[in-house]
T-cell receptor, first 113, second 113 residues
C-alpha cells in the first residue's frame, strides 16, 4: 500500500516570508510519480509539478522550488517570498505501479499581508 | 484548449433521492478519474477509466454508486439513493495516459439534507 503524509495541517506566514511545505511518502514501487497541486478557495485543483522517481534533480520555477530526496522519501515544496495569492491548500500526491493515485490530506497555507 | 468540464457545480438534494454528475474530459485524454473530496481531506479515488473500461473501481460503493463512460469520452457518476454521508465535492480529472499529469475540473459540491 502507498501512503502520502503531509504533517503540516496549516501554516500561517506573513507576506515575503519563505515557507516550506513537507511531503513524505511510502511506496514499494521502484517506479512512481510525485505531484504537487494547489487548491485555491475557488476549489479547482491546479497542477504545479510532476516528478518521476528516477529524477532527483531539484526544480525551480519562479518563486517555487521542489526538493526531492529518495533517501528520506520526501518531496518538499518551498515558496520564496510568499504572496497573498499563494494562500491555498496544497496537496502532494503519488502514483505508483498500481496506477492508483494517493493524495495527502493537504496543507493549508495562509499568507497575511 | 478547453479544460475538464463538470456539471452541475452545486447540487442540494434530500436523502434517498438520486443524483448524477457529468464530466467531459480534455479532448484526447484516455484516462478519466472520479474522486470524492471530503472537507479538510485530499481527493480519494472512486473509479478510474481507461477509455471506456473501468479499470479500478475498488473504492466505489457499488451498492449505491454507479458510473459509466460510454464511447470513452464523457462520463456520468450516479448515486442512488443518496445518504447524508455522501455530502462532499465530487471531482473529475483526466490525463493522457495513466501515469501522466491529471487535470481537474471545478468539481460538484453535493449537499444531502
Amino acid at each position: 500500500a502507498q501512503k502520502v503524509t503531509q504533517a503540516q495541517t496549516e501554516i500561517s506566514v506573513v507576506e515575503k516570508e519563505d515557507v516550506t511545505l513537507d511531503c513524505v511518502y511510502e511506496t514499494r514501487d521502484t517506479t512512481y510519480y510525485l505531484f504537487w497541486y494547489k487548491q485555491p478557495p475557488s476549489g479547482e485543483l491546479v497542477f504545479l509539478i510532476r516528478r518521476n522517481s528516477f529524477d532527483e534533480q531539484n526544480e525551480i520555477s519562479g518563486r517555487y522550488s521542489w526538493n526531492f530526496q529518495k533517501s528520506t522519501s520526501s518531496f518538499n515544496f518551498t515558496i520564496t517570498a510568499s504572496q497573498v495569492v499563494d494562500s491555498a491548500v496544497y496537496f502532494c500526491a503519488l502514483i505508483g505501479g498500481s496506477y492508483i493515485p494517493t493524495f495527502g490530506r493537504g496543507t493549508s497555507l495562509i499568507v497575511h499581508p | 484548449e478547453a479544460g475538464v468540464v463538470q456539471s452541475p457545480r452545486y447540487k442540494i438534494i434530500e436523502k434517498k433521492q438520486p443524483v448524477a454528475f457529468w464530466c467531459n474530459p480534455i479532448s484526447g485524454h484516455n484516462t478519466l478519474y472520479w474522486y470524492r473530496q471530503n472537507l479538510g481531506q485530499g481527493p480519494e479515488l472512486l473509479i478510474r477509466y481507461e477509455n471506456e473500461e473501468a479499470v479500478d473501481d475498488s473504492q466505489l460503493p457499488k451498492d449505491r454508486f454507479s458510473a459509466e463512460r460510454l464511447k470513452g469520452v464523457d462520463s456520468t457518476l450516479k448515486i442512488q439513493p443518496a445518504e447524508l454521508g455522501d455530502s462532499a465535492v465530487y471531482l473529475c480529472a483526466s490525463s493522457l495516459l495513466a501515469l501522466d499529469t491529471q487535470y481537474f475540473g471545478p468539481g460538484t459540491r453535493l449537499t444531502v439534507l
